[in-house]
């Protein structure tokens, strides 16, 4: 049975927690999640239907050794995919930030994420509302949205779940379209 990718960069094991969270809420269309450091990109393009997930570390950046985390992240992952196309991907996006301590750049990490799917062609869906956020600025809002679900567990962790439940009820369906694609 095809299934639904899902791969996230973490550190600390959060985003690691939220995409359990997404992969049970999707149940047995989605395959178990996997962290990027232990993956190829073979591994994550085999699928059609994609849920990519980040933290946000450093500035104006992807995680990864660079930001001084301490295992490989998409930061190193990301060459591995350089000039490979998306074209016919569907892809939806998760954010992690801390919009009191960084409300300057809350989410900054998920626009790295937006922008290599967009410019490999893929199509990406989730985009959520910015009701109920409190920063200054986010590089990860375009045109008044978030380019996919941000969670905020240090200041809004009472909210996670409900917006986890929102938002994969908004994205399960159209992810799912991909799995039943016919043959042409």
């Known amino acids: 049975?095809?299934?639904i990718g899902?791969?996230?960069g973490t550190d600390s094991g959060t985003t690691r927690l939220i995409a359990k969270k997404i992969a049970k809420l999707l149940g047995e269309?989605?395959?178990?999640?996997?962290?990027?450091?232990?993956?190829?990109?073979?591994?994550?393009?085999?699928?059609?239907?994609?849920?990519?997930?980040?933290?946000?570390?450093?500035?104006?950046?992807l995680p990864g050794l660079n930001t001084r985390i301490a295992e490989p992240s998409w930061h190193e992952f990301m060459p591995?995919?350089?000039?490979?196309?998306?074209?016919?991907?569907?892809?939806?996006?998760?954010g992690l930030g801390d919009q009191e301590k960084y409300p300057d750049r809350f989410a900054h990490s998920?626009?790295?994420?937006?922008?290599?799917?967009?410019?490999?062609?893929?199509e990406v869906v989730g985009q959520w509302p910015l009701a109920g956020y409190q920063f200054e600025h986010s590089p990860a809002v375009v045109d008044?949205?978030?380019?996919?679900l941000v969670i905020d567990q240090r200041s809004q962790s009472?909210?996670?779940?409900?917006?986890?439940q929102d938002w994969v009820a908004q994205v399960g369906p159209v992810l799912r379209e991909k799995l039943h694609t016919e043959i042409a």
């Open 1 to 3: 049975m095809e299934q």
């Open 6 to 8: 899902i791969f996230f």
């Open 29 to 61: 269309t989605a395959a178990k999640p996997v962290n990027v450091n232990r993956c190829t990109a073979d591994d994550l393009l085999k699928y059609d239907a994609l849920i990519l997930g980040t933290p946000s570390y450093g500035i104006d950046e």
């Open 80 to 94: 591995q995919l350089a000039g490979r196309s998306l074209a016919g991907k569907r892809i939806a996006l998760f």
């Open 110 to 122: 998920l626009i790295h994420l937006y922008r290599w799917a967009v410019d490999g062609g893929a």
């Open 144 to 148: 008044g949205r978030f380019v996919g």
């Open 158 to 164: 009472r909210l996670t779940d409900q917006r986890l």
